[in-house]
Nanobody
Framework: QVQLVESGGGLVQAGGSLRLSCAASGRTFSNFAMGWFRQAPGKEREFLAAILWSDSYRFYAAFLKGRFTISRDIAKNTVYLQMNSLNPADTAIYYC????????????????WGQGTQVTVSS
């Protein structure tokens, strides 16, 4: 069974940075795509970034404007989300997700989800 465990969330001041981690286990991920999403209070869950485990192809939601970077470490079976220039609007629960096949922005196309990690950005 696939398990995804996020970590690295916390409280940060506006303008600061955080790096989230998603430790994946339970199977070989070579044919998987990994994604990061977030959900703010009272809002729908939204796509942030995705990466192909096999060749590191990645893409991002346009509104991020280069502030976030997704990466993966094959040896550690871990996916990261480096977040820079954080602002209060980035306050949300951040989720890691996995799916077989190619990358996708669609929440419904991801088969496995982590429990989420809270990120709070103070002004």
């Amino acid at each position: 069974q696939v398990q995804l465990v996020e970590s690295g969330g916390g409280l940060v001041q506006a303008g600061g940075s955080l790096r989230l981690s998603c430790a994946a286990s339970g199977r070989t991920f070579s044919n998987f795509a990994m994604g990061w999403f977030r959900q703010a209070p009272g809002k729908e869950r939204e796509f942030l970034a995705a990466i192909l485990w096999s060749d590191s192809y990645r893409f991002y939601a346009a509104f991020l404007k280069g502030r976030f970077t997704i990466s993966r470490d094959i040896a550690k079976n871990t996916v990261y989300l480096q977040m820079n220039s954080l602002n209060p609007a980035d306050t949300a629960i951040y989720y890691c997700a996995a799916r077989t096949g190619g990358t996708s922005v669609e929440i419904s196309e991801y088969d496995y989800w982590g429990q989420g990690t809270q990120v709070t950005v103070s002004s």
